[in-house]
């Protein structure tokens, strides 16, 4: 079975800042990890994700995130945060074997001004 | 041009009634899924189909039931619909199964009176 654990529902972060949105996840094999956003009203969007080679990806609107296989994690990151970044966030999981992507709870990210 | 496109955008309904949402993807993927998301923003997998396998999770009441004319389109029709369904569906569609990210369309919110 997979599973993704985001263990804070709210992320509060000055803008400028930087932030960090926290996942982990258990698999059994190679996970391939993605992260979303949600803005109300909308569909997910696909920010980044990692399949294999540097543990270190870069995605969408200058977040990245780092695969940790040791600490089974992988957090969303931004050097500097927007106002413009205040939105839902999802870690996911998927393996080669199983069919179907697993989400986490979510995290709601607030930057202020 | 809109990648994933569902309709209606807004339905509302009552108790017992039976209704369909439409989907469709432009993107040439070969893998399609319906999910729904609830009240508290939690996002579950209902159905993944490609033009090969259909892969329904365990837990959803097969009053569900998708229906897919080609490969650009994956229905979902809902029989007897129960206070509830209430929520709001979302179709998404992938290449490559596994490894490929995932675009979402901008879902239905569906409410049941």
């Known amino acids: 079975a997979q599973s993704v654990a985001q263990p804070e529902d709210q992320v509060n972060v000055a803008e400028g800042n930087p932030l960090t949105v926290k996942c982990t996840y258990s698999?059994?094999?190679?996970?391939?990890l993605f992260w979303y956003v949600q803005y109300p009203n909308r569909g997910l969007q696909f920010l980044l994700k990692y399949i294999t080679g540097d543990n270190l990806v870069k995605g969408s609107y200058g977040f990245e995130a780092e695969f940790n296989k040791s600490q089974t994690s992988f957090h969303l990151k931004k050097p500097s945060a927007l106002v413009s970044d205040s939105a839902l966030y999802f870690c996911a999981v998927h393996t080669g074997s199983a069919r179907q992507l697993t989400f986490g709870s979510g995290t709601q990210l607030t930057v202020l001004p | 041009d809109t990648a994933v496109s569902q309709t209606p955008k807004y339905l509302v309904t009552q108790m017992g009634n039976d209704k369909s949402i439409k989907c469709e993807q432009n993107?040439?993927?070969?893998?399609m899924y319906w999910y729904k998301q609830d009240s508290k923003k939690f996002l579950k997998i209902m159905f993944s189909y490609n033009n090969k396998e259909l892969i329904i999770n365990e837990t959803v009441p097969n009053r569900f039931s998708p229906k897919s004319p080609d490969k650009a389109h994956l229905n979902l029709h809902i029989n007897s619909l129960e206070l509830g369904d209430s929520a709001v569906y979302f179709c998404a569609s992938s290449q490559d199964g596994g490894s490929g990210e995932q675009y979402f369309g901008p879902g239905t919110r569906l409410t049941v009176t």
């Open positions: 698999v059994s094999g190679n996970p391939y």
């Open positions: 993107l040439g993927h070969d893998t």
